[in-house]
């Protein structure tokens, strides 16, 4: 015999999206079309780089680069000192030279 017993369930569901650079948002359960999905780490700690992962979404390319000169500045002792560090899949070299063309 099967024993039955009732159980509530929560799921976490996505409701809106917001942008990491300007704070725009958008009502929808899916990253809206033009937006850009991307994170940042590093593999420096080996297994616990894990925990230097952090995930953005930006809409629009401005709010993007806005986003990348927020992480130099939030992180200057941390993942810009990796040689294995990565935003949006380029290696941190490369990132920093595209935030010093976009800078004013």
Request: aromatic fraction near 10%; include cysteine.
């Amino acid at each position: 015999m099967r024993i039955q017993s009732n159980k509530k369930v929560i799921k976490n569901i996505t409701t809106a999206c917001s942008c990491d650079g300007c704070g725009k948002v958008v009502k929808t359960n899916y990253l809206p079309d033009n937006w850009f999905h991307f994170n940042s780490n590093h593999c420096g700690w080996g297994n616990d780089s894990v925990d230097s992962i952090e995930e953005y979404d930006v809409c629009s390319a401005e709010c993007f680069i806005k986003v990348l000169k927020n992480i130099f500045k939030k992180n200057p002792g941390c993942i810009l000192d990796y040689d294995s560090g990565e935003i949006a899949e380029m290696p941190i070299k490369f990132v920093k030279e595209l935030i010093k063309k976009y800078e004013k």
